[in-house]
């Protein structure tokens, strides 16, 4: 990310506000010991009943309409809070050279729950009020950028057996409407087989349609007061008069599009310009010197616009098993918090800018080039399937699977490197202010 030019201009986050929406974290941790972690603190009344966990036919963690509900990070379950844990300390954790620190440690950390696990979180079966009233809250506090790692596929167990709700139709009772379709890279043409997919826009319809239908009336998840508005509604509700930017994992199940979640402004226009998608990419090893799309997450398909790709794999952060835990971390949840950091240090560096305009600047910086200058080419770099996983897009443009590319705080110091629409820059919290990038077309 080449985050050392940012520290060494002396752009850490200061000033900046972000917020973090995911299971919760233990608060005693020795790298959260900083006053700028904050829970946030909103209470609330579900509106619906239903179940948090639905990743197994037997859905659990049941809540009840009528029943209060806090959302403050620090009151997690600690059976829940172990992914939270580790997002937040790649965004935050203190820079006390015991074994890493978080990108953006000068940023000041709003931080509310889902209310359960990682695994919670993968279908149209939460409760409206819960999650505006949540992400609300870190809005109201300030947050300028909310993560937001969590969440699993939509699932069943088994396709052909269960229907989208959990609902058991016996032995081959879902063969009809069951995806037995494999995964962009896989080998078996039944790996991702218990999974709606989100290979083609038909299959991220088909989520779009499933969650109007459980909020919609008759429906599982049903509030009359908000009819037909699921909580990825009540998410852009909370944060579409504020600016403030929502930054998604795109998935680790090997699709050519990201979950209907980060896909989210495909089906609602007006949220892309508050909506990052973040990718997989394995960093330069010493057995491959050169960048290497991650074949086995996602990509950025559809959503390519608003896409970018961070680091995926042994991303080192704090664990939850004890106040002095680390370990790494793989996958799209803790490549999604480098995202939400670069553009917490961004926005310290543009005091003037507002999130919107930050997240363009993120996006027109970003890095498709290898050591030696020339655009990502793939050089014996193939998924599984033998597809190339070369950058395909001239440049300026977001490729297909990577995105608009990874992050580059270097390049990002002196900048946008295209203007992608109108922009107004009122200077008045910085005399001066030199951009160096050539800004193109």
């Known amino acids: 990310m080449n985050a050392s030019t940012a520290y060494a201009l002396g752009y850490r986050g200061q000033g900046v506000a972000l917020g973090m929406m995911d299971s919760g974290y233990r608060a005693t941790h020795e790298a959260f010991q900083t006053g700028l972690i904050v829970p946030v603190r909103a209470e609330g009344v579900y ?54 620190h ?12 889902t209310g359960g696990s990682d695994t919670q979180s993968h279908g149209p079966f939460h409760d409206y009020v819960y999650w505006r009233t949540a992400n609300k809250a870190l809005v109201d506090a300030g947050a300028q950028v909310i993560n937001s790692s969590w969440g699993s596929y939509v699932q069943t167990i088994d396709r052909t057996r269960f229907d989208g709700l959990g609902n058991d139709l016996g032995v081959n009772g879902n063969l009809a409407n069951a995806y037995q379709l494999r995964g962009k890279d896989s080998a078996s043409a039944t790996a991702m087989a218990t999974i709606i997919p989100n290979e083609y826009l ?34 852009w509700d909370a944060i579409k008069d504020s600016g403030t930017v929502n930054v998604r994992s795109a998935g680790n199940n090997d699709w050519s599009n990201p979950y209907f979640r980060p896909a989210y402004p495909i089906f609602n226009p007006l949220a892309e310009k508050q909506w990052v998608s973040v990718g997989g990419v394995q960093p330069p090893t010493a057995a491959n010197p050169e960048y290497t799309k991650q074949s086995g997450y996602n990509e950025a398909g559809l959503a390519k616009w608003w896409t970018v790709s961070t680091p995926s794999n042994s991303v080192r952060t704090t664990n939850s098993g004890g106040d002095t835990n680390y ?81 580059n705080l270097n390049k990002g110091m002196y900048g946008p490197g295209q203007l992608l629409g109108p922009m107004t820059y009122n200077m008045d919290k910085a005399p001066l202010d030199v951009w160096s990038n050539d800004i193109s077309q």
């Open 327 to 407: 370990s790494n971390s793989s996958g799209t949840s803790p490549a999604t918090p480098v995202a939400t950091a670069v553009m917490g240090v961004l926005l310290s560096r543009y005091p003037n800018m507002d999130a919107k305009q930050v997240r363009d600047l993120m996006f027109t910086t970003a890095n498709n080039k290898m050591s030696d200058g020339v655009r990502f080419l793939g050089t014996g770099q193939t998924s599984p399937s033998g597809a190339s996983i070369a950058w395909t897009a001239p440049d300026g443009v977001p490729d297909a699977r990577w995105g608009w590319g990874i992050p």
């Open 102 to 113: 978080g990108i953006a440690f000068g940023s000041k950390m709003y931080v509310a729950m």
């Open 47 to 100: 509106g619906t009943s239903g179940f948090g966990y639905r990743n197994a036919a037997t859905p659990a963690n049941p809540f009840t309409a009528g029943q209060p509900f806090t959302v403050a990070g620090d009151q997690a379950r600690t059976s829940d809070y172990g992914h939270g844990t580790g997002m937040l300390g790649v965004t935050s954790g203190i820079r006390d050279v015991k074994d890493q």
């Open 202 to 235: 038909k299959d991220l319809e088909y989520q779009y349609f499933l969650f109007k239908k459980s909020y919609s009336k008759d429906g599982i998840q049903y509030n009359p007061s908000y009819a037909g508005r699921s909580f990825m509604d009540a998410i």
